[in-house]
């Protein structure tokens, strides 16, 4: 599966943005799919993942309440609301596939099959 990640931007603190994860193909649906980012001279962390039905998310404790990841199969797109936008939230955000994932809780990277380029996102205080 091939996956294009967009939606990046600048954007003040406190701002939202929604990053979309699009994967043509008629394989989308038997995919989770995961969104990491890496911001300069730090390693590629867990952001948020849903699993291939859709029935279940995953974020990490620093987005937890504030991003929202779903899943639209009819759209083949998977989406990263990203609201209360802080600083620290700097980085190049990528999306990730993993074939039949079914618990959106697959937070190390090396377990996923198939990435997207990044897109990258920039809060300004």
């Known amino acids: 599966v091939q996956l294009q990640a967009s939606g990046g931007g600048l954007v003040q603190v406190g701002g939202s943005l929604r990053l979309s994860c699009a994967a043509p193909g008629r394989t989308f649906g038997s995919y989770g799919i995961g969104w990491f980012r890496q911001a300069p001279g730090k390693e590629r962390e867990f952001v948020a993942a849903?699993?291939?039905?859709?029935?279940?998310?995953g974020y990490s404790d620093s987005v937890k309440g504030r991003f929202t990841i779903s899943r639209d199969n009819a759209e083949k797109t998977v989406y990263l609301q990203m609201d209360s936008l802080k600083v620290e939230d700097t980085a190049v955000y990528y999306c990730?596939?993993?074939?039949?994932?079914?618990?959106?809780?697959?937070?190390?990277?090396?377990?996923?099959?198939?990435w997207g380029r990044g897109t990258q996102v920039t809060v300004s205080s």
């Open positions: 849903v699993n291939w039905r859709g029935d279940r998310t």
């Open positions: 990730a596939a993993e074939r039949w994932e079914i618990t959106a809780n697959v937070t190390d990277s090396h377990e996923y099959d198939h």
